[in-house]
């Protein structure tokens, strides 16, 4: 453990009491900031979420650590009586050694037992008053700081220690709330000791920044208590099935985690453990979270659960993290244009004591950490609406500090969601989650729970069925009702089982004449089957109605029926004119909805598969309207209910994308209708049939089945594929078993079977057993394999006799360069290897297993592995590359050939990395010569880690492909080759390759303290990296800090932003013998506060100049440029000037007007680009800006010859002129200026336009121009101008453009 800091035991006066925090937590937050470096600070910060400005705040404070320890104090982070946020986010990140620390001192200051925290409840006014703490140190200065701690009596030892700290403000603050002077609640003894040193200016803000902590506070309070108000409701009153109204479910006691994945990277799946880890997966992504699932996966019921553990503030869950949590049903928001509209509508209650100003206050403060939980997109009547509030946030065109997660149907993606969305799916229930629904929600009775699941699971189909959870609950709850569930074979089956038993549910409560009404009811429902088939089909999706306008449709007693089974829901909402005042314009209606989307799609199939088959123009406009993905069930359904529509349904659904994949699924939904069911099978697999990875287990045992009915009736199938789903194959029985578990038998009637399985390597067992497979399907001649390494041999003896008999055809991969021969059982090539055999990134899968299988069977003279290495596997002597492939080491016969090794790569190798690459150099034993491209090697490793065979088979490894550097083996250091030059230069045009190699070669020079002169970087910064503290370039190397280089030169074009010069001091700080920094073509900021600037910097005394011509320094003291020649009375800026001197002249007028002094004229002589219209600076041709000067008093601006100026350039001149406020005269020349009926006056200003076409000079009076001769330019005359004016210049090259343009 490391040591904990002294701290000191400060006495006050009797009457003081330490009211506010613990003396021990005291401690303990001074010991921690002692080990808080920069790095951890930041990282911290990215896990807990902190706001995009309170980061860099923490970036750029003099004490990091000490702000950091308040925040997480403010944000509960740390806690008196709780650490665990603190240690999770350090295990987190990986700083182990510094949690062991932290909870060694929590054990001595805090007596906190790991395991029995007490979870404090989330404070509003904590978070709230750290930001009042931050603003209080900003308001104390030095003197005050010794004036307080006089009156409060502080100890003389205190006060030295708070006179030497980084931060004095700070560190006061925290000592004047431990000893109670200021509290949440209270600072009147700190506004009684300013008032009594006359600071009343001082007092004033203070209070005023406290009354705004209150305000906020209470603000805050009201905004969130009533959000959870509204939010219990909603998930207070779960019902799991429709007619069981009388009990209702809170969503914990009914949730059950689904399957769920998330997409990383590269694109690929990969399964997450828990909804829990959404946001730690998500990390360094988007703030924007999309969750996608089939219909029925529930979507809607996890994001209830999220809602849940926020409003309970569940410990363990990272969604108790946010303040505030808006929780927002998309298919309520038909209409609605602004968030807070919507807050107002369906979230706040009818007398709520928040104002709409102060939601808008609370939204936009960046400092409270906001969830929007976006539910069901895919109901969203305005999706199709391009510039909703919705669209904008998800654009991150508003509100881009707030987290956002939206759910939405998987054929439904958002188009607003870009390539850097986090995108999670469900892939619903196993047998395990349906299990512990079961006995969770349902009945603890195991012997029913059995009996439940045993019904559940000898229904093949009802159990693949029952993945999607919303069908699983539904049948888990009737089944406990009904001792036999209905034998369903479809999904349109057990939805129609689903209502009919609902409608029972309703029956069974009356008898007689009632009972009939409601079976009649049962049987017709034209009026709902139109509604929702209306709903679903419009322009715009219309998922709720008014209550009053369903009723005069359908008649009191239907709706009374539908609503009393549940299948209609009603809810309650704000009908609010606009524009009133809102306690007088309230009113509150009843709108209906279905209980689930998917309800709703039941009906519509209804309407749709009765019309069909008779009305031709309804079909074609809804296949041309509704895509089938969106609303898939509506065909399918439609299909089951009507066989007779069935044939045209899927006929169309054929020709759609992927539609062979939806086919099989509205095939298999006619359970009755065997002949229709085997002639679209036929149509089938004419083509290829997939069975791929995404695809659900019952898409997957569908496929499986309509292939074995294909078989049975002896219908040829042409291929069947197997995309990357390949799991193993049942030896005794020679079965196929797929990854989802569904069981391929073999088929009599395939006639090709191609596995695609994709970073894999398939194993001599899994071999035998595929032949077992094939050699039971007596048609099939060709097996081909795609993505995978076969192996190089196999006995012969294992090999099906049947299978050579047929002369089945074994393909490795799909350009046939690689066959397996049954007869020798041996891997054979094609193709002749050239002599370069190169492995890189863009390989597909396919392709690199091609390469690397004819890498085995053949000889290769030059092996280039390309940015593909990442382990060594020493069992199988062979390296794994990206894609889980391994190409071959020592052991296969035939690759020891392989002479050279070169390995290119993006970024800094690792010393693991480097020791990987030398196993599989150690295990190819004919290679020697190794050579990185593009890649930086570690400066040196231990020899122990180097294989002594290497060094004594005189392997040579070569750093880069010019051999300036190379790795010498027996030393284990870089060596450079060749002398570094007195200016080593860096530039944006070098290939990554160059750039690698003098960044080695600058590892080497400082490794061995070899001075160096200067070193250049010329356009390829890209930003400094704190965490490592290298220089990024724009390639995406990293410069570290070169101890050794004297001076640098950076050369980059544009304004240097005040973060981008910090950047390059932080730089030049770890570059330790740097006393030398300039700039070159570009301008810097005239100022940067001098508590950004690193003081050691000073201390070294590194002098900074702006220019070569060094007529611009920057003073690190001051924090200033400097210009140190006087500026003439005109002051010229050429198009003909280098970048560099525009750059110095500009940097020249900034001094001379941050310092107010007079600036007599400025002319723009041909380097006039263009002018924004704020008219903050006018942008030179060289791309540089020149800011508005506040002492310039006279501006000529002569674009290039025979320019025609827009009308916004000139109005961005003009507003240039206006924030000029001295200046006198504004003097256009030699080009075109637009025409406007009323040019803007300015008050001071004499604007003069001279068009040089001798037409003489105009000067702007009250907003139109005069002549010199005093005639004012009408329109009329304006038109011969133009004539004159392109005439006049009609060879300068601008003319010349805009003819060839208009031509």
């Not at 019952?698 to 009736?713: D, G, P």
């Not at 291929?719 to 390949?726: K, P, V």
Request: proline share 4%.
């Amino acid at each position: 453990m490391a040591d904990s800091p002294s701290t000191h035991e400060a006495t006050g006066s009797e009457g003081q009491q330490r009211k506010s925090t613990p003396p021990a937590f005291w401690r303990f937050k001074i010991a921690l900031s002692t080990i808080l470096t920069i790095k951890v600070i930041l990282e911290l910060a990215v896990t807990f979420g902190y706001p995009n400005a309170l980061v860099d705040e923490l970036q750029g404070a003099s004490d990091s650590a000490l702000l950091m320890v308040m925040v997480m104090e403010g944000r509960g982070q740390i806690h008196p009586t709780d650490i665990s946020p603190l240690l999770g986010a350090l295990e987190d990140t990986g700083h182990h050694g510094i949690a062991t620390d932290v909870r060694a001192w929590s054990l001595e200051y805090l007596d906190i037992i790991p395991g029995n925290e007490q979870k404090p409840k989330k404070s509003l006014e904590l978070s709230s008053f750290g930001r009042f703490k931050i603003a209080l140190s900003t308001a104390l200065r030095e003197q005050t700081i010794q004036n307080l701690g006089a009156i409060f009596d502080y100890p003389r030892a205190l006060m030295d220690e708070i006179r030497n700290a980084k931060n004095s403000a700070l560190l006061m603050t925290m000592h004047m709330e431990e000893r109670g002077q200021i509290q949440p609640a209270d600072i009147s003894p700190l506004l009684t000791a300013l008032k009594d040193l006359r600071l009343h200016g001082v007092a004033s803000d203070v209070e005023g920044q406290f009354n705004e902590h209150l305000r906020i506070t209470g603000k805050m309070a009201a905004f969130i208590e009533e959000l959870k108000e509204t939010c219990h409701t909603l998930y207070d009153k779960i019902q799991p099935i429709p007619y069981i109204k009388e009990k209702l479910y809170s969503v914990d006691k009914v949730f059950i985690e689904v399957g769920i994945e998330y997409c990383d990277s590269r694109g690929s799946w990969k399964t997450l453990s828990s909804y829990r880890g959404i946001f730690s997966v998500a990390k360094g992504t988007s703030r924007i979270q999309v969750i996608e699932g089939d219909p029925g996966y529930g979507k809607s019921t996890l994001a209830l659960q999220l809602v849940y553990d926020w409003c309970n503030e569940v410990s363990d869950s990272p969604f108790c993290k946010p303040d505030i949590l808006i929780f927002l049903n998309l298919r309520q928001l038909g209409g609605i244009t602004s968030i807070i509209d919507a807050i107002e509508q369906f979230l706040l209650p009818r007398d709520s004591s928040v104002k709409r100003l102060d939601v808008e206050h609370l939204l936009n403060d960046r400092d409270i950490r906001i969830l929007v939980i976006f539910d069901a997109y895919d109901e969203y009547p305005d999706q199709h609406i391009g510039d909703t509030f919705v669209t904008q946030i998800l654009e991150e065109k508003m509100l881009r500090h707030v987290d956002v997660l939206l759910t939405t149907r998987s054929s439904c993606i958002p188009p607003a969601c870009g390539s850097r969305t986090g995108r999670f799916r469900l892939t619903g229930f196993d047998e395990g989650a349906r299990e512990q629904y079961v006995r969770k929600a349902v009945t603890g009775d195991d012997e029913e729970v059995q009996r439940i699941l045993e019904q559940l699971n000898t229904n093949p189909i009802l159990r693949d069925i029952c993945q999607a959870p919303l069908f699983s609950v539904m049948y888990a709850h009737v089944a406990h009702e009904e001792e036999e569930f209905h034998n369903v074979r479809s999904v349109t089956g057990f939805f129609e089982y689903m209502i009919d038993c609902f409608h029972s549910h309703a029956q069974n409560k009356v008898s007689g004449g009632k009972r009939k009404q409601l079976q009649m009811f049962a049987d017709n429902h034209h009026a709902l089957d139109k509604l929702a088939f209306d709903s679903l089909t419009g322009a715009n999706q219309q998922l709720l109605w008014d209550k009053k306008v369903v009723i005069k449709k359908f008649g009191a007693e239907f709706y009374g029926l539908y609503t009393d089974i549940g299948i209609l829901v009603e809810e309650e909402v704000i009908n609010r004119s606009r524009g009133a005042k809102r306690a007088q314009s309230i009113q509150y209606r009843t709108e209906v909805h279905f209980y689930h989307k998917l309800f709703c799609e039941w009906f519509a199939a209804c309407h749709l598969a009765k019309r069909v088959t008779s009305f031709q123009a309804l079909f074609r406009n809804f296949c041309k309207r509704v895509n089938p993905y969106d609303l898939q069930f509506v065909y399918r359904f439609a299909c089951g209910i009507n066989p007779a529509a069935a044939k045209r349904i899927i006929n169309l659904v054929q020709k759609k994308p992927d539609g062979d994949k939806f086919a099989v699924l509205c095939a298999l939904e006619q359970e009755e209708n065997t002949e229709d069911v085997l002639s679209t099978v036929r149509d089938l697999v004419l083509r290829d049939v997939y069975i791929r990875e995404n695809d659900t287990r019952l898409l997957q045992r569908t496929t499986v089945q309509l292939l074995e009915l294909a078989s049975q009736k002896e219908v040829p199938i042409k291929c069947i594929d197997l995309d990357r789903t390949f799991e193993t194959v049942d030896k005794e029985l020679k079965n196929i078993v797929l990854k989802s578990g569904v069981v391929l038998r073999p088929i009599v009637s395939l006639q090709s079977l191609n596995i695609r399985m994709e970073t894999a390597t398939v194993s001599g067992q899994d071999l035998i057993g595929i032949f077992g497979f094939v050699g039971q399907c007596s048609n099939l001649m060709r097996l081909s394999f795609d993505g995978c390494v076969l192996p190089l041999s196999i006995p012969t003896e294992l090999i099906d006799d049947s299978l050579i008999t047929r002369d089945v055809k074994v393909s490795c991969c799909p350009d046939n360069n690689v066959l397996l021969n049954l007869r020798s059982g041996k891997l054979e090539s094609k193709t002749n290897l050239p002599g370069e055999v190169r492995i890189q990134n863009s390989d597909t899968a396919a392709s690199l297993a091609s390469k690397i299988m004819q890498l085995m069977v053949a000889s290769a003279d030059h092996a280039t592995v390309t940015e593909y290495i990442v382990t060594f596997d020493d069992t199988t002597s062979s390296m794994i590359l990206k894609l889980g492939i391994s190409p071959p080491g020592a052991s296969p016969p035939g690759a020891s050939s392989v002479k050279k090794l070169e390995v290119t790569e993006s970024g800094h190798i690792s010393e693991d990395r480097f020791v990987q690459v030398l196993a599989c150099v150690k295990a190819l034993e004919d290679i020697n010569e190794v050579v990185f491209h593009g890649c930086i090697l570690p400066v040196s490793i231990s020899t122990e880690r180097i294989d002594h065979s290497l060094i004594t088979r005189n392997v040579k490894v070569s750093c880069c492909a010019d051999n300036k550097v190379e790795f010498n083996l027996r030393s284990g250091k870089l060596k450079n080759n060749t002398e570094l030059p007195d200016d080593v230069c860096i530039r944006s045009s070098d290939t990554e390759a160059e750039q690698a190699s003098t960044i080695m070669q600058l590892m080497v020079a400082s490794a061995d303290k070899i001075p160096v002169t200067c070193l250049t970087l010329g356009g390829c910064i890209e930003e400094f990296d704190v965490t490592t503290s290298n220089m990024v370039l724009t390639s995406g190397l990293s410069l570290p800090g070169v101890s050794s280089v004297m001076k640098l030169k950076v050369t980059e074009s544009g304004n240097m932003s005040e973060d981008q010069c910090l950047q390059v001091l932080a730089f030049v700080k770890e570059c330790r013998d740097m006393n030398k920094v300039s700039f070159d073509g570009c301008v810097l900021p005239v100022s940067i506060p001098t508590e950004r600037i690193d003081h050691s910097l000073i201390t070294r005394n590194v002098k900074v100049s702006c220019c070569p011509d060094n007529n611009v320094l920057f003073n690190l003291r001051s924090g200033k440029l400097e210009s140190t020649p006087e500026l003439p009375d005109n002051v010229w800026i050429r198009s003909s000037d280098t970048v560099a001197e525009q750059a110095s002249t500009i940097m020249q007028l900034m001094v001379a007007s941050a310092d107010k002094n007079p600036i007599t004229e400025v002319s723009l002589v041909r380097s006039f680009s263009s002018a924004g219209s704020d008219g903050l600076s006018l942008v030179l041709n060289s791309g540089l800006c020149l800011p508005w000067l506040s002492s310039l008093q006279k501006l000529w601006i002569g674009p290039e010859w025979g320019r025609e100026v827009t009308v916004d350039e000139w109005t961005g001149i003009l507003n240039y002129a206006k924030h000029s406020q001295l200046l006198k005269r504004l003097w256009i020349a030699d080009c075109l200026l637009p025409w406007l009926d009323n040019n803007p006056n300015l008050a001071n200003t004499r604007v003069v336009w001279d068009p040089e076409c001798y037409d003489g000079i105009y000067t702007l009076q009250s907003g139109r121009w005069q002549h010199e001769d005093g005639h004012v330019l009408t329109r009329g005359a304006y038109a011969d101008l133009v004539t004159n004016f392109r005439e006049c210049y009609r060879d300068s090259d601008w003319q010349k453009q805009r003819r060839a343009e208009r031509e």
